[in-house]
C-alpha cells in the first residue's frame, strides 16, 4: 500500500504569485488534510476535505483554498503569495479521523 | 481554543538512557492524541495514537500515555539509541460533527549521543 505522496518537494515562488501544490491520499482514504509548518513550528490547521467537500478550515484568509477530486486526491492553491507563506505544507490523510493521520513528506515553499 | 504545550523544548541524553517527554492540553474535550516524529526537513511519521478512551498505547520501545481529566500525554522512550534523534510532536485530535482537526505543540527535539 502506497503512504501519502505529495508534489513539487520543493518550489520557490515570487511575492504575488499564485502557487497549486498537490497530494495523493494513502490509498482507501477519504479524508484529506492540510498542514502549515513555520521552521521552527508544529503543523497549523489549514482545512480538511471529506468526499470533495471542504469540512473543517483553520485560522487562515480566503486566498488559501482547495480541491479534493473523486479518486480523493487534492490540491492546495495559495494566490497573491506573502513571504510569510514560507513554510512547509503537508498533507495529511485518513480513512476516518479515529485511526488517526498519515503525513505526506511535504512540499517546501519559499516566497522571495 | 485549544493550546498545546511540550517540555522540554530540547533534550539531549547519552545512548541507552530512558526518557520522557511531556504534552499538556487546555482542553480535556478531546477526540484523540496522536505522537509523531519528525526528521529534519521531513514529513510526520506518526507514533502512536491513544482514543479519548484508552490510558496508554504500547509500540517497541515506545509507549505513551494520556490522562485526559488533567490535560497530559506522556511518551515514554526506553533505551534510546542515535537513531532516535529526531523532534517529537504532540498533537491532539477534536471533533466538532464531521469537522476534525489536529492540533500540534511546538515539539521537543531529542538529541541521542553515542
Known amino acids: 500500500e502506497t503512504g501519502v505522496t505529495q508534489s513539487p518537494t520543493h518550489l520557490i515562488k515570487t511575492r504575488g504569485q499564485q502557487v497549486t501544490l498537490r497530494c495523493s491520499s494513502q490509498s482507501g482514504h477519504n479524508t484529506v488534510s492540510w498542514y502549515q509548518q513555520a521552521l521552527g513550528q508544529g503543523p497549523q490547521f489549514i482545512f480538511q476535505y471529506y468526499r470533495e467537500e471542504e469540512n473543517g478550515r483553520g485560522n487562515f484568509p480566503p486566498r488559501f483554498s482547495g480541491l479534493q477530486f473523486p479518486n480523493y486526491s487534492s490540491e492546495l492553491n495559495v494566490n497573491a503569495l506573502e513571504l510569510d507563506d514560507s513554510a512547509l505544507y503537508l498533507c495529511?490523510?485518513?480513512?476516518?479521523?479515529?485511526?488517526?493521520?498519515?503525513f505526506g513528506s511535504g512540499t517546501r515553499l519559499t516566497v522571495v | 481554543k485549544q493550546e498545546v504545550t511540550q517540555i522540554p523544548a530540547a533534550l539531549s541524553v547519552p545512548e541507552g538512557e530512558n526518557l520522557v517527554l511531556n504534552c499538556s492540553f487546555t482542553?480535556?474535550?478531546?477526540?484523540?492524541l496522536q505522537w509523531f516524529r519528525q526528521d529534519p526537513g521531513k514529513g510526520l511519521t506518526s507514533l502512536l495514537l491513544?482514543?479519548?478512551?484508552?490510558r496508554e498505547q504500547t509500540s517497541g520501545r515506545l509507549n505513551a500515555s494520556l490522562d485526559k481529566s488533567s490535560g497530559r500525554s506522556t511518551l515514554y522512550i526506553a533505551a534510546s539509541q542515535p537513531g532516535d534523534s529526531a523532534t517529537y510532536l504532540c498533537a491532539v485530535g477534536t471533533a466538532r460533527g464531521s469537522n476534525y482537526k489536529l492540533t500540534f505543540g511546538k515539539g521537543t527535539l531529542l538529541t541521542v549521543n553515542p
Open positions: 495529511a490523510s485518513s480513512l476516518r479521523y479515529n485511526y488517526g493521520y498519515t
Open positions: 491513544i482514543q479519548s478512551s484508552q
Open positions: 482542553d480535556s474535550a478531546i477526540y484523540n
